[in-house]
Protein backbone atom coordinates (compact mmCIF):
# COMPACT_ATOMS: atom_id res chain seq x y z
CA UNK A 1 0.00 0.00 0.00
CA UNK A 2 0.54 3.18 -1.17
CA UNK A 3 -0.58 6.44 0.73
CA UNK A 4 0.36 9.10 -1.78
CA UNK A 5 0.38 12.51 0.39
CA UNK A 6 -0.82 15.71 -1.38
CA UNK A 7 1.56 18.27 -0.76
CA UNK A 8 -0.08 21.23 -1.99
CA UNK A 9 2.75 23.49 -0.64
CA UNK A 10 1.88 27.17 0.07
CA UNK A 11 3.62 29.76 -1.63
CA UNK A 12 5.58 31.89 0.87
CA UNK A 13 5.99 35.49 0.14
CA UNK A 14 7.28 38.36 1.39
CA UNK A 15 6.33 41.85 1.72
CA UNK A 16 8.91 43.90 1.23
CA UNK A 17 7.11 47.22 0.86
CA UNK A 18 7.60 48.47 4.18
CA UNK A 19 11.12 47.57 4.00
CA UNK A 20 11.29 49.69 0.91
CA UNK A 21 9.77 52.56 2.58
CA UNK A 22 12.06 52.81 5.61
CA UNK A 23 15.10 52.45 3.46
CA UNK A 24 14.23 55.39 1.33
CA UNK A 25 13.23 57.24 4.99
CA UNK A 26 16.60 56.75 5.86
CA UNK A 27 18.17 57.85 2.57
CA UNK A 28 16.45 61.43 3.12
CA UNK A 29 17.20 61.61 6.71
CA UNK A 30 21.10 61.18 5.61
CA UNK A 31 20.83 63.64 2.68
CA UNK A 32 19.42 66.21 4.63
CA UNK A 33 21.31 65.30 7.40
CA UNK A 34 24.63 65.65 5.92
CA UNK A 35 27.28 68.39 5.47
CA UNK A 36 29.51 68.44 2.32
CA UNK A 37 33.48 70.08 3.32
CA UNK A 38 34.98 71.37 0.21
CA UNK A 39 38.64 70.75 0.43
CA UNK A 40 40.50 73.26 -0.28
CA UNK A 41 43.79 73.55 -2.22
CA UNK A 42 47.24 74.74 -1.55
CA UNK A 43 47.28 78.06 -3.05
CA UNK A 44 45.25 80.66 -0.66
CA UNK A 45 44.98 84.53 -1.42
CA UNK A 46 44.68 86.24 1.28
CA UNK A 47 43.60 89.00 2.91
CA UNK A 48 41.89 90.27 -0.10
CA UNK A 49 38.04 90.63 0.00
CA UNK A 50 35.43 92.43 -2.06
CA UNK A 51 32.56 93.29 0.31
CA UNK A 52 29.18 95.26 -0.55
CA UNK A 53 28.58 96.58 2.78
CA UNK A 54 30.71 99.58 3.81
CA UNK A 55 31.79 99.13 7.92
CA UNK A 56 29.87 101.23 10.25
CA UNK A 57 31.77 104.61 11.09
CA UNK A 58 31.57 105.08 14.91
CA UNK A 59 33.35 103.32 17.91
CA UNK A 60 35.25 100.35 17.23
CA UNK A 61 39.04 98.97 18.72
CA UNK A 62 41.37 98.73 16.15
CA UNK A 63 43.71 95.59 16.32
CA UNK A 64 46.92 95.65 14.19
CA UNK A 65 48.86 92.58 13.88
CA UNK A 66 52.38 93.32 11.45
CA UNK A 67 54.37 90.77 9.82
CA UNK A 68 56.19 90.24 13.55
CA UNK A 69 53.46 89.27 15.51
CA UNK A 70 53.39 92.79 16.98
CA UNK A 71 50.59 94.07 18.28
CA UNK A 72 49.28 97.96 18.70
CA UNK A 73 45.99 98.36 19.86
CA UNK A 74 44.23 101.52 18.58
CA UNK A 75 47.86 102.82 17.54
CA UNK A 76 49.42 101.83 21.02
CA UNK A 77 52.07 100.18 20.75
CA UNK A 78 51.81 97.17 23.69
CA UNK A 79 54.96 96.26 25.77
CA UNK A 80 55.24 92.27 24.83
CA UNK A 81 53.26 89.98 22.53
CA UNK A 82 51.94 88.15 25.24
CA UNK A 83 47.99 86.89 25.16
CA UNK A 84 47.55 87.74 29.10
CA UNK A 85 48.86 91.39 28.03
CA UNK A 86 47.10 92.19 24.76
CA UNK A 87 43.82 90.63 26.52
CA UNK A 88 44.43 93.81 29.48
CA UNK A 89 45.16 96.05 26.72
CA UNK A 90 41.78 94.85 25.39
CA UNK A 91 39.77 95.14 28.31
CA UNK A 92 41.41 98.52 29.30
CA UNK A 93 40.34 100.41 26.16
CA UNK A 94 36.83 98.70 26.36
CA UNK A 95 36.11 100.45 29.20
CA UNK A 96 33.33 98.16 30.33
CA UNK A 97 31.18 98.29 26.62
CA UNK A 98 31.98 94.90 25.76
CA UNK A 99 29.60 94.90 22.40
CA UNK A 100 31.96 97.22 20.73
CA UNK A 101 33.42 95.27 17.76
CA UNK A 102 37.07 94.79 17.74
CA UNK A 103 38.45 95.26 13.71
CA UNK A 104 41.98 93.14 13.46
CA UNK A 105 44.25 94.73 10.46
CA UNK A 106 46.68 91.91 10.16
CA UNK A 107 49.88 92.08 7.99
CA UNK A 108 49.01 89.14 4.92
CA UNK A 109 52.56 87.89 6.22
CA UNK A 110 51.55 87.98 9.65
CA UNK A 111 51.62 84.23 11.07
CA UNK A 112 47.96 82.44 11.79
CA UNK A 113 48.67 82.17 15.28
CA UNK A 114 48.98 86.15 15.75
CA UNK A 115 45.73 86.42 14.59
CA UNK A 116 44.51 83.46 16.51
CA UNK A 117 45.82 84.80 19.25
CA UNK A 118 44.22 87.91 18.95
CA UNK A 119 40.52 86.39 18.48
CA UNK A 120 41.46 84.56 21.62
CA UNK A 121 42.52 87.44 23.88
CA UNK A 122 39.17 89.26 22.44
CA UNK A 123 37.38 86.44 23.24
CA UNK A 124 38.87 86.47 26.84
CA UNK A 125 38.30 89.67 27.43
CA UNK A 126 34.71 89.41 26.68
CA UNK A 127 34.61 91.12 23.36
CA UNK A 128 32.36 88.70 20.63
CA UNK A 129 32.29 90.87 17.75
CA UNK A 130 35.75 90.02 15.94
CA UNK A 131 35.88 91.05 12.42
CA UNK A 132 39.36 90.72 10.22
CA UNK A 133 40.01 93.91 7.28
CA UNK A 134 40.80 92.87 4.20
CA UNK A 135 42.15 95.26 1.12
CA UNK A 136 39.82 95.89 -1.25
CA UNK A 137 40.01 93.74 -4.70
CA UNK A 138 40.97 95.57 -7.50
CA UNK A 139 38.79 95.87 -10.50
CA UNK A 140 39.69 93.61 -13.17
Known amino acids: MRFSRSMESEEVSLDITPLIDVVFL ?7 TTTFQKESELKVQLPRAQTQTQPEQGE ?16 AQLVDDSEETLREALVRVANGNFQIPVVVRADRNAS ?5 TAVNSAARAGLSKVAFATAEQAAQ
Open 26 to 32: MLIFFMV
Open 60 to 75: KIDLLVTADGIFQVNG
Open 112 to 116: VQSMI
